[in-house]
Nanobody, 126 residues
Framework: QVRLVESGGGSVQAGGSLRLSCAAS????????MGWFRQAPGKEREGVAT????????WYADSVKGRFTISQDNAKNTFYLQMNSLKPEDTAMYYC???????????????????WGQGTQVTVSS
Protein backbone atom coordinates (compact mmCIF):
# COMPACT_ATOMS: atom_id res chain seq x y z
CA GLN A 1 0.00 0.00 0.00
CA VAL A 2 1.53 3.28 -1.12
CA ARG A 3 1.20 6.09 1.37
CA LEU A 4 2.22 9.73 1.21
CA VAL A 5 2.26 11.84 4.35
CA GLU A 6 2.85 15.59 4.25
CA SER A 7 4.09 17.67 7.14
CA GLY A 8 5.61 21.06 7.79
CA GLY A 9 2.67 23.35 7.14
CA GLY A 10 1.79 26.17 9.46
CA SER A 11 1.14 29.88 9.81
CA VAL A 12 3.79 32.44 8.96
CA GLN A 13 3.99 36.11 8.18
CA ALA A 14 4.65 37.37 4.69
CA GLY A 15 8.31 37.05 3.84
CA GLY A 16 8.76 34.01 6.02
CA SER A 17 9.75 30.46 5.10
CA LEU A 18 8.42 26.95 5.53
CA ARG A 19 9.67 23.57 4.43
CA LEU A 20 7.10 20.95 3.56
CA SER A 21 7.98 17.27 3.66
CA CYS A 22 6.32 14.33 1.93
CA ALA A 23 7.26 10.94 3.32
CA ALA A 24 6.57 8.11 0.91
CA SER A 25 6.12 4.49 1.92
CA UNK A 26 5.13 1.38 0.06
CA UNK A 27 6.23 0.57 -3.49
CA UNK A 28 8.24 3.69 -4.29
CA UNK A 29 10.78 2.31 -6.73
CA UNK A 30 8.47 2.82 -9.71
CA UNK A 31 7.78 6.51 -9.13
CA UNK A 32 8.55 8.62 -12.17
CA UNK A 33 7.39 12.03 -11.05
CA MET A 34 6.59 13.64 -7.74
CA GLY A 35 4.68 16.84 -7.50
CA TRP A 36 3.49 19.47 -5.08
CA PHE A 37 0.07 20.97 -5.63
CA ARG A 38 -2.02 23.47 -3.73
CA GLN A 39 -5.66 24.35 -3.46
CA ALA A 40 -7.07 27.52 -2.00
CA PRO A 41 -10.75 27.78 -0.97
CA GLY A 42 -12.97 28.16 -4.01
CA LYS A 43 -10.13 27.51 -6.45
CA GLU A 44 -8.97 24.54 -8.44
CA ARG A 45 -5.98 22.50 -7.40
CA GLU A 46 -2.92 23.85 -9.16
CA GLY A 47 0.56 22.57 -9.77
CA VAL A 48 3.32 24.25 -7.81
CA ALA A 49 6.43 22.18 -8.56
CA THR A 50 7.36 18.79 -9.94
CA UNK A 51 10.47 16.66 -9.97
CA UNK A 52 11.42 13.83 -12.30
CA UNK A 53 12.62 11.38 -9.69
CA UNK A 54 15.17 9.39 -11.71
CA UNK A 55 16.98 12.50 -12.85
CA UNK A 56 16.11 15.51 -10.68
CA UNK A 57 14.65 17.60 -13.52
CA UNK A 58 12.27 20.14 -12.03
CA TRP A 59 9.43 22.42 -13.06
CA TYR A 60 7.95 25.37 -11.18
CA ALA A 61 4.81 27.41 -11.62
CA ASP A 62 5.60 30.99 -12.60
CA SER A 63 4.03 32.23 -9.38
CA VAL A 64 6.61 30.44 -7.22
CA LYS A 65 9.66 30.40 -9.45
CA GLY A 66 12.69 31.73 -7.62
CA ARG A 67 11.01 31.36 -4.22
CA PHE A 68 10.22 27.63 -3.93
CA THR A 69 12.54 24.66 -4.34
CA ILE A 70 11.53 21.02 -4.76
CA SER A 71 14.00 18.34 -3.80
CA GLN A 72 14.22 14.67 -2.91
CA ASP A 73 16.13 12.48 -0.50
CA ASN A 74 16.04 9.02 -2.02
CA ALA A 75 17.60 7.40 1.03
CA LYS A 76 14.69 8.62 3.15
CA ASN A 77 11.99 8.28 0.46
CA THR A 78 11.11 11.86 1.29
CA PHE A 79 10.40 14.84 -0.90
CA TYR A 80 10.57 18.46 0.13
CA LEU A 81 9.24 21.83 -0.86
CA GLN A 82 11.30 24.69 0.52
CA MET A 83 9.18 27.84 0.42
CA ASN A 84 10.86 31.21 0.90
CA SER A 85 9.60 34.78 0.65
CA LEU A 86 6.07 33.58 1.26
CA LYS A 87 3.17 35.77 0.21
CA PRO A 88 -0.45 35.86 1.38
CA GLU A 89 -1.48 34.46 -2.00
CA ASP A 90 0.51 31.30 -1.20
CA THR A 91 -2.10 30.46 1.44
CA ALA A 92 -3.62 27.08 0.55
CA MET A 93 -3.75 23.41 1.38
CA TYR A 94 -0.62 21.82 -0.06
CA TYR A 95 -0.59 18.26 -1.34
CA CYS A 96 2.14 15.97 -2.56
CA UNK A 97 1.46 13.52 -5.36
CA UNK A 98 3.41 10.61 -6.80
CA UNK A 99 3.62 8.55 -9.94
CA UNK A 100 2.01 9.47 -13.22
CA UNK A 101 -0.81 7.13 -14.19
CA UNK A 102 0.55 7.13 -17.74
CA UNK A 103 4.00 8.15 -18.93
CA UNK A 104 2.39 10.42 -21.49
CA UNK A 105 0.48 12.46 -18.95
CA UNK A 106 1.46 16.00 -18.07
CA UNK A 107 3.14 16.03 -14.63
CA UNK A 108 1.93 19.60 -14.11
CA UNK A 109 -1.68 18.44 -14.06
CA UNK A 110 -3.24 17.09 -10.85
CA UNK A 111 -5.27 14.50 -12.73
CA UNK A 112 -2.10 12.81 -13.94
CA UNK A 113 -1.10 11.36 -10.57
CA UNK A 114 -1.98 8.07 -8.94
CA UNK A 115 -1.11 8.69 -5.30
CA TRP A 116 -1.91 11.64 -3.05
CA GLY A 117 -1.20 12.71 0.48
CA GLN A 118 -3.79 14.14 2.86
CA GLY A 119 -2.52 17.70 2.61
CA THR A 120 -0.96 20.22 4.95
CA GLN A 121 -2.25 23.75 5.48
CA VAL A 122 -0.08 26.77 4.79
CA THR A 123 -1.34 30.18 5.91
CA VAL A 124 0.57 33.36 5.18
CA SER A 125 -0.54 36.56 6.86
CA SER A 126 0.26 40.06 5.66
Amino acid sequence: QVRLVESGGGSVQAGGSLRLSCAASGYTSSYNYMGWFRQAPGKEREGVATIYTPGDATWYADSVKGRFTISQDNAKNTFYLQMNSLKPEDTAMYYCAADLANSGYDPREAGSYVYWGQGTQVTVSS
